[in-house]
């Protein structure tokens, strides 16, 4: 379920072919399309240098930012500009990371945070857990995915955002370095879905914001 599964359907729609999915660790994704478990990944997937070393990248679909989560009673990440945030996030805390996730690149690589400063996780849900017992004092994650994972009946009252941006990216669709004839196809499709309205009409129907035309 979720967006990245209705977009490959209407994809595969597009080029003739029936998508089947794969329930997969985040860290295993890239790794699948290498091997050949995978004919293509749809994950959330943000564009990097590194990931497009081992394999290409579909045009972007959609834009995220990585926003902090913290507790609802903690009003110690209130920062209004990024160097604001940055600077709270360095600030002798505990910082909660999902494995694989680029929220993990950006305090290894952009704050430099050293180690027992963060702690990778390998789901959300694992994530919020700590952090609402204390064990973390706030998270690095996806905005929409965020919002998401804050909303669900269980969490909801127990956290908040600070949407300032820490980072702008671009999620695409991966694909082998040796199928150019399928990456072309998947980037026809996603301009006829963009020009018809589709692509928009499936962020709707998942909670997400429009693309402007």
Same mark, same amino acid.
């Given at each position: 379920?979720?967006?990245?599964?209705?977009?490959? =359907?209407?994809?595969?729609?597009?080029? @003739?072919?029936?998508?089947?999915?794969?329930?997969?660790?985040?860290?295993?994704?890239?790794?699948?399309? =290498?091997?050949?478990?995978?004919?293509?990944?749809?994950?959330?997937?943000?564009?990097?240098?590194?990931?497009?070393?081992?394999?290409?990248?579909?045009?972007?679909?959609?834009?995220?930012?990585? /926003?902090?989560?913290?507790?609802?009673?903690?009003?110690?990440?209130?920062? !209004?500009?990024?160097?604001?945030?940055? &600077?709270?996030?360095?600030? +002798?805390?505990?910082? @909660?990371?999902?494995?694989?996730?680029? @929220?993990?690149?950006?305090?290894?690589?952009?704050?430099?945070?050293?180690?027992?400063?963060?702690?990778?996780?390998?789901? /959300?849900?694992?994530?919020?857990?700590?952090?609402?017992?204390?064990? /973390?004092?706030?998270?690095?994650?996806? =905005?929409?995915?965020?919002? !998401? &994972?804050?909303?669900?009946?269980?969490?909801?009252?127990?956290?908040?955002? =600070?949407?300032?941006?820490?980072?702008?990216?671009?999620?695409?669709?991966?694909?082998?370095?040796?199928?150019?004839?399928?990456?072309?196809?998947? +980037?026809?499709?996603?301009?006829?879905?963009? &020009?018809?309205?589709?692509? +928009?009409?499936?962020?709707?129907?998942?909670?997400?914001?429009?693309?402007? &035309?």
């Amino acid at each position: 379920m979720g967006f990245d599964v209705d977009l490959c =359907n209407a994809i595969g729609e597009k080029i @003739g072919a029936k998508m089947q999915f794969q329930s997969m660790d985040f860290t295993a994704v890239i790794a699948s399309v =290498n091997s050949g478990a995978a004919d293509i990944a749809a994950s959330g997937l943000t564009i990097t240098e590194t990931r497009k070393e081992s394999v290409d990248f579909s045009d972007p679909y959609y834009q995220v930012t990585q /926003i902090v989560i913290a507790r609802a009673d903690d009003d110690r990440f209130d920062g !209004a500009t990024k160097e604001a945030v940055d &600077a709270q996030l360095a600030d +002798n805390v505990v910082v @909660g990371v999902c494995e694989g996730y680029t @929220g993990e690149a950006y305090v290894q690589d952009d704050l430099k945070l050293p180690e027992g400063s963060y702690r990778s996780y390998s789901s /959300i849900s694992l994530a919020l857990e700590e952090l609402g017992s204390g064990g /973390i004092d706030a998270i690095v994650f996806d =905005n929409t995915s965020a919002v !998401a &994972a804050i909303s669900t009946e269980s969490n909801q009252g127990k956290f908040k955002l =600070n949407e300032t941006a820490l980072t702008v990216e671009d999620y695409a669709i991966a694909v082998p370095k040796d199928q150019p004839e399928l990456l072309k196809q998947i +980037n026809d499709a996603l301009a006829a879905l963009k &020009a018809e309205g589709k692509l +928009n009409e499936l962020l709707k129907a998942n909670g997400l914001d429009v693309i402007e &035309a």
